[in-house]
């Protein structure tokens, strides 16, 4: 039997929150991982483990699913309820007796309808065949938790704790308190007033408090098993932070596992504790990572790429998966070395091994610091990917500094789309300023140039990522540009993290000339090269007057593609006419998907707002609605030319209401 179906405790709520960050991990530790699928068969949710003992709920609409529970080690699977009417939050346990008990929330006794918000709480003993009521009062009881012979919960929403044992079949009223769970004859649970932590001993019958927040903070959510306590502890401003207790030692202390971060568009509520080991699932982008931390190091390192609805829990060793309806282990693969840079860390052992990637995708990770995700459709065929860090590389002039990373990858097959290639840095950046102006950069063995692959950090400052579709060297650069003429203009931040992101470019004078006018193709080829479009087009000439061979066609025919730029009469784009203000709203919105208006109030703000054309107006209006376009004082001037400057600050604006720049 596999180790990792053993000490699972998993708290697997979904919400909206924001992303972590974590201390340093130890240059000399690598992490990577091997999965190992089961012939073990679950169809449903609310996954949960405890030993060999598996529980869920069947899939169906408004929690209308039913209970069932399976065995791993002998393959039995069992069907709980069968009453069809809604059931929720099953958790799994063993009683004095050793045998497996299975509760959960259940709704057969309710009317139905939206007003009967009451739940009660069953239990079922496998071995025996018994089923229980628990609770003997009406109300809405839910999220129940068991160890041994207890099972605890709460009510909604007077926040009352109820304990039952089931030993003896006696039912025990705690009193206020949130979300308890229950383990080695410790109850602990959230203030029903505050958002402090409390421990309740079952012997002693007496409660305490073990974690006083100042009242600008508050746990969030927390995992417990039965001694050490994982939690998300909050601010007011947003900032959040991973921390653990220990209550297996004298005068247990929090011990912050990660630094405050601001409040982010996504987060993972998935959390699991045990043995010595934290587990969480952390945002990156557009992906959902497995983050863990060796409580008795502090060392944080990363476990791949999941769907949240994959995530069981972690054991300290194995982590559990759900996919596809079959539960997976996903193994640690530890390996250390001596050495201290990060270029002879286990590089022998991923040159061998590699990560074969078949055309349905998948990940191929470096350790914890780097990893490349591949779509289905990347590969035609099965391809081993090996990712690995490099050595020193040397920068390629005095405005660029190496920040000490660089990574090589190699594929045995051609890939067919790109794949997103994301580094973990050691520390975050240390200022928005450095996140904003670093790069992922390839090198071109053919020329001995760097290329800018692109590069745009988490919340977190702490991992960046791009896409790549080249095997190559890849390296993380900090550009920082300036111009002679840029110095005291107010556009002189946007202009220099568009340049360090080669969106927009200096004369060769040293100077960037903010008053010079845009042309058509110019603010064109700047969306396009912010929006990352990337690869050549391909077929006839959209426009008469932008050839292929012209400067500007591939990013012309791409925002053509896109659906961001229309042409004249008789198939003309006009590519050096200079673009007016109005032009350029429409190309904005239409690349950054805006919600275009017929008529509104913003507009009419503007003293000049009847020299916006009619066939504008609704992009006009768009783009003031969303903060790009701020105008001028009270005027917009939508038939003046647009300059290199303001053409810089509403493209620096769309990167950050995208997230991609950070204030």
């Known amino acids: 039997m596999k180790k990792w179906v053993a000490g699972l405790l998993v708290m697997g709520l979904m919400a909206a929150g924001t992303v972590s960050s ?7 530790t690598v992490y990577t991982y091997k999965d190992e699928l089961t012939s073990f068969t679950v169809e449903g949710s609310n996954v949960r483990i405890s030993g060999t003992h598996v529980v869920w709920r069947s899939n169906a609409a408004n929690y209308a699913g039913q209970i069932y529970y399976g065995n791993r080690g002998t393959g039995q699977q069992l069907q709980i309820t069968s009453h069809g009417k809604p059931t929720d939050t099953p958790v799994v346990g063993v009683n004095g007796k050793g045998e497996p008990i299975v509760v959960w929330a259940d709704k057969r006794d309710q009317n139905d309808g939206a007003g009967n918000l009451n739940w009660d709480i069953y239990s079922y003993n496998v071995s025996t065949k018994t089923e229980s009521k628990l609770n003997t009062d009406a109300g809405q009881h839910r999220i129940p938790s068991i160890d041994g012979n207890y099972v605890v919960w709460q009510t909604n929403p007077q926040y009352e704790m109820y304990l039952y044992d089931l030993a003896n079949g006696t039912l025990k009223d705690l009193g206020e308190g949130r979300d308890p769970v229950v383990g080695k004859g410790r109850i602990v649970y959230k203030g029903a007033l505050d958002g402090d932590l409390y421990e309740y001993g079952i012997s002693s019958g007496t409660s305490r408090k073990l974690l006083d927040l100042p009242g600008t903070s508050y746990v969030e959510r927390f995992v417990f098993n039965g001694e050490e306590i994982l939690w998300k502890q909050r601010d007011l401003d947003g900032n959040g932070k991973y921390t653990f207790l220990d209550l297996g030692v004298s005068n247990p202390q929090p011990v912050d596992l990660t630094q405050p971060v601001p409040l982010g568009k996504t987060e993972y509520a998935e959390m699991s504790i045990s043995g010595g080991t934290a587990a969480w699932l952390e945002a990156s982008g557009d992906k959902a990572i497995v ?7 502090g060392n944080l390192y990363s476990l791949g790429v999941i769907a949240p609805s994959q995530f069981i829990g972690f054991n300290g060793e194995e982590l559990a998966l759900i996919a596809g309806g079959k539960l997976i282990s996903r193994e640690i693969v530890r390996s250390e070395s001596a050495a201290s840079t990060p270029g002879s860390i286990g590089a022998a052992a991923l040159q061998q091994e590699g990560d074969l990637i078949g055309p349905g995708g998948g990940v191929a990770a470096g350790g914890q610091a780097a990893r490349l995700v591949f779509e289905p459709g990347t590969f035609g065929r099965e391809s081993r990917v090996v990712l690995k860090p490099s050595g020193a590389v040397t920068a390629p002039n005095k405005e660029m500094t190496w920040l000490g990373v660089a990574w090589t990858w190699t594929s045995e097959a051609k890939l067919e789309k790109p794949a997103l290639l994301t580094i973990e840095l050691e520390q975050a950046a240390a200022t928005a300023g450095r996140a904003n102006r670093t790069g992922i950069y390839r090198y071109n063995g053919d020329t001995g140039k760097w290329i800018y692959a692109g590069g745009t950090f988490d919340v977190s400052w702490r991992n960046i990522r791009t896409q790549v579709q080249e095997p190559s060297l890849y390296a993380l ?11 005291s203009h107010w556009a002189k931040d946007e202009v220099e993290v568009l340049a360090s992101r080669w969106i927009v470019n200096g004369m060769n004078t040293g100077r960037f000339e903010p008053g010079q006018s845009v042309t058509r193709a110019q603010f064109a080829k700047m ?4 929006a990352g479009l990337k690869g050549p087009t391909q077929g006839t000439a959209s426009f008469k007057d932008v ?3 012209h400067w500007a066609s591939n990013a012309v025919e791409q925002a053509a593609a896109a659906g961001w730029i229309k042409g004249y009469e008789g198939s003309l784009f006009k590519p050096n006419a200079s673009i007016t203000r109005e032009e350029m709203m429409i190309m904005l919105t239409n690349a950054a998907s805006l919600r275009k208006e ?5 507009l009419n703000a503007y003293a000049d707002a009847a020299k916006v054309h009619s066939w504008a107006q609704p992009s006009v209006l768009a783009a003031i609605k969303s903060g790009l376009i701020q105008g001028s004082g009270d005027r917009l001037n939508p038939r003046a030319t647009c300059t290199r400057a303001e053409a810089a600050a509403v493209i620096y604006r769309w990167l950050g ?4 720049v950070f204030q």
Not at 291 to 297: E, F, G, N
């Open 22 to 28: 974590g201390q340093q991990v130890s240059a000399e």
């Open 291 to 297: 983050r863990s931390a060796d409580l008795a190091t």
């Open 477 to 487: 650069f900090l550009y920082e540009p300036s111009f002679t003429d840029m110095k």
């Open 527 to 530: 969306l396009v090269e912010a």
């Open 547 to 549: 050839p292929a061979g």
């Open 598 to 602: 017929e008529a509104g109030e913003a």
């Open 657 to 660: 209401k995208k997230g991609e």
